[in-house]
T-cell receptor, first 115, second 110 residues
Framework: GAGVSQSPSNKVTEKGKDVELRCDPI?????LYWYRQSLGQGLEFLIY????????KSGLPSDRFSAERTGGSVSTLTIQRTQQEDSAVYLC?????????????FGPGTRLTVT | GENVEQHPSTLSVQEGDSAVIKCTYS??????FPWYKQELGKGPQLIID?????GEKKDQRIAVTLNKTAKHFSLHITETQPEDSAVYFC?????????FGKGTRLHILP
């Protein structure tokens, strides 16, 4: 079946512009996670959704970052007034449930470059 | 909060030899420890996991061991092959939060 998809795969934007990154999770997965991976670094947790609500927003680096999920499916990560330090690969993952150990299925990521 | 340390950051082994990657965690209530493999240009993919009630798990050439007392767990890859070259992440899971290590870049030398 279809896995997690993300779009765009690559995004180049000018400093100060807003960007929207999209994640389509696996159908039926209630949990959705966003991570940031800087060059050569590990996975930095940003936010997760249980259904359409986000119980834990502690990982968002600043108030320029926001995310929403609608219909328990598609999620959008928005970065306002982008800065060069926002350049990274943004990964989305989904899992069947939240609240118990469960495999996370990752998308291929969106590579964001802020010039 | 939970902290996961992963070592080494880079590892080079001769093809056919074994590779070992080690992780430590701080939260004794963590109960699930997955390992992910990330190939270039792709998202991480689960390769093996272990739960806190088990000390060792094996799947073909890959094995994971868990020492709850010492709060560390390790990934063992035997008879390494070129396709094992990738970045490997350990993770520790408690309740609904998962914390990843910083990753190990594994190079398999011909």
């Amino acid at each position: 079946g279809a896995g997690v998809s993300q779009s765009p795969s690559n995004k180049v934007t000018e400093k100060g512009k807003d960007v929207e990154l999209r994640c389509d999770p696996i159908s039926g997965h209630t949990a959705l996670y966003w991570y940031r991976q800087s060059l050569g670094q590990g996975l930095e947790f940003l936010i997760y959704f249980q259904g359409n609500s986000a119980p834990d927003k502690s990982g968002l680096p600043s108030d320029r970052f926001s995310a929403e999920r609608t219909g328990g499916s598609v999620s959008t990560l928005t970065i306002q007034r982008t800065q060069q330090e926002d350049s990274a690969v943004y990964l989305c993952a989904s899992s069947l449930v939240v609240g118990g150990p469960d495999e996370q299925y990752f998308g291929p990521g969106t590579r964001l470059t802020v010039t | 909060g939970e902290n996961v340390e992963q070592h080494p950051s880079t590892l080079s082994v001769q093809e056919g030899d074994s590779a070992v990657i080690k992780c430590t965690y701080s939260d004794s209530a963590s109960n699930y420890f997955p390992w992910y493999k990330q190939e270039l240009g792709k998202g991480p993919q689960l390769i093996i996991d272990i739960r806190s009630n088990v000390g060792e798990k094996k799947d073909q050439r890959i094995a994971v061991t868990l020492n709850k007392t010492a709060k560390h767990f390790s990934l063992h890859i035997t008879e390494t092959q070129p396709e094992d070259s990738a970045v490997y992440f350990c993770a520790s899971y408690r309740d609904d939060k998962i914390i990843f290590g910083k990753g190990t870049r594994l190079h398999i030398l011909p």
